[in-house]
């Protein structure tokens, strides 16, 4: 009966010990987050360690952590992170306060970990980016791609702004909940803008995406190759004749030149161990023996370096 008295008496005691005050988490920090900046960036991207061709949805995240306490953070930084979405992989944990900082870091229950480079000092700012790859893309009928973007958080932040930058070459786009902005960029990639207010545990982000692309070309891949349509365009026979008379002019131009420089050496004579040598005749041996360093070359019976030494002996 004692014993039984005493585990009632404990039993509150205990519950109300491992209880967490409302909207934190085991990796709650004391920081605040007014407002968190992310970039939603489908089929930008391939991690080297994917395989060619395989689409990924590049996810960034900025912002600023304030020390609002009364006294100097020292703490582990925790942020949570969707580490259980298919082919996740992080990229980087960097500090931004000056220039980029990659941070050690590890994952702890879906919680990216890290540890500032010095303390925060109270009201002072700590700037932070967060990079990873997702790959939750679905293929539906003719070409249309589809995923949603979640974002959860242990705490509430009270702005949470989002820029999703529509891949190169894709076309009917949709996206869920309305976008608020809609402008472009350098190499006319167009970015949908959003705006989520209070966004918490209890009310996390959630951003569908819809777009037509019928290849799997990263965009900055994409815009870095050769425009291949261009080459199997017609070409328009003025513009042949053009190229045809830009090369003459160039010829003649060249032949001048050349015969102005011979007619000025006017086959000077050099003397070369007490003999007198033309200067047609050294030029000669001089292409002669340039030729039989080439032909060395290609045979494989010197190198390139060599080759270029030698060269620079003639």
Not at 49 to 77: A, H, K
Not at 249 to 259: A, E, R
Request: net charge negative; proline share 6%.
């Amino acid at each position: 009966m004692c014993l039984l008295t005493t585990l009632l008496i404990l039993y509150p005691m205990s519950t109300t010990a491992f209880q967490l005050p409302e909207g934190k988490s085991p990796y709650h920090n004391a920081l605040s987050l007014d407002e968190l900046f992310v970039q939603v960036l489908p089929e930008f991207e391939t991690p080297k360690t994917w395989d060619s061709g395989m689409p990924s949805v590049l996810i960034s995240y900025y912002g600023e952590f304030v020390n609002r306490t009364d006294t100097v953070y020292e703490d582990y930084i925790y942020m949570p992170i969707p580490t259980n979405q298919p082919l996740f992989q992080l990229s980087m944990v960097c500090e931004t306060d000056r220039g980029i900082v990659y941070k050690p870091n590890e994952i702890v229950d879906q919680h990216l970990k890290w540890k500032p480079s010095a303390p925060i000092g109270i009201n002072e700012k700590y700037s932070f980016m967060i990079e990873y790859f997702y790959n939750p893309i679905e293929f539906r009928e003719n070409g249309l791609k589809d995923f949603t973007f979640q974002f959860h958080t242990d705490k509430t932040i009270p702005i949470v702004y989002i820029d999703v930058h529509m891949p190169n070459s894709s076309t009917n786009h949709h996206l869920h909940p309305e976008y608020i902005r809609h402008f472009t960029i350098n190499q006319n990639v167009e970015v949908y803008s959003f705006i989520f207010n209070d966004t918490s545990k209890t009310k996390p982000v959630n951003l569908n995406v819809q777009y037509q692309k019928h290849n799997n070309l990263p965009t900055n891949v994409s815009n870095d190759r050769f425009d291949y349509e261009f080459w199997k365009m017609p070409i328009h026979p003025d513009f042949i004749g053009l190229i045809i008379f830009t090369l003459i002019l160039i010829i003649i131009g060249y032949s001048v030149i050349t015969i102005s420089s011979s007619n000025k050496h006017n086959r000077h004579m050099i003397v070369d161990d007490g003999k007198e040598i033309e200067f047609d005749q050294l030029l000669d041996e001089q292409q002669s023996r340039r030729r039989e360093l080439r032909s060395l070359l290609l045979q494989g019976k010197i190198n390139e370096e060599t080759y270029r030494s030698l060269l620079e002996e003639e």
